[in-house]
C-alpha cells in the first residue's frame, strides 16, 4: 500500500536551516508529482511546494519562495524539502504529499504523518 514517512523536522533557531525527506513506498514514485504542505491552526493545510515527475519544474507558495527548496530523488524514491532562513511563522507540521491523478486541479490522495518543525526566535 502507499506509504509516505516524513522525517528530519525538528527544533531550529530563526533563521537557520533544516532538511525534511519523504521516503515513500508502496507506487511508482516517478510517476507522480509530489507535493510538501504544512499544517494551518484553524485552517487546515497549506500548499508548500510542488515538483514534477522528472524534477523538470518547481513550484513554490510565496511565503517560502526563495527560502525553500524542494527536490526528489527518483531512483531513492525520495522526496526532500530543504529549509533555510527559517521564520518562527514556519513553526507547524509538514507533510508529503502524493498527487491524486487524473484532476484538473492539484490535489492530493495521500499523505503521511507529518515531522514537526519548530522555529525558535
Do not use: H
Not at 508502496?26 to 504542505?37: A, E, L, N
Not at 485552517?43 to 513550484?59: A, H, P, R
Not at 527560502?67 to 524514491?77: D, E, G, L
Not at 511563522?89 to 491523478?101: G, P, V, W
Amino acid at each position: 500500500q502507499v506509504q509516505l514517512v516524513e522525517s528530519g523536522g525538528g527544533l531550529v533557531q530563526s533563521g537557520g536551516s533544516l532538511r525534511l525527506s519523504c521516503a515513500a513506498t508502496g507506487f511508482t514514485f516517478s510517476d507522480y508529482w509530489m507535493y510538501w504542505v504544512r499544517q494551518v491552526p484553524g485552517k487546515g493545510l497549506e500548499w508548500v511546494s510542488t515538483i514534477n515527475t522528472d524534477v523538470s519544474n518547481t513550484y513554490y507558495a510565496g511565503s517560502v519562495e526563495g527560502r525553500f527548496t524542494i527536490s526528489k530523488n527518483n531512483a531513492k524514491n525520495t522526496l526532500y524539502l530543504q529549509m533555510n532562513s527559517v521564520k518562527p511563522e514556519d513553526t507547524t507540521l509538514y507533510y508529503c504529499a502524493r498527487e491524486l491523478q487524473g484532476v484538473a486541479d492539484w490535489a492530493y490522495d495521500y499523505w503521511g504523518q507529518g515531522t514537526q518543525v519548530t522555529v525558535s526566535s
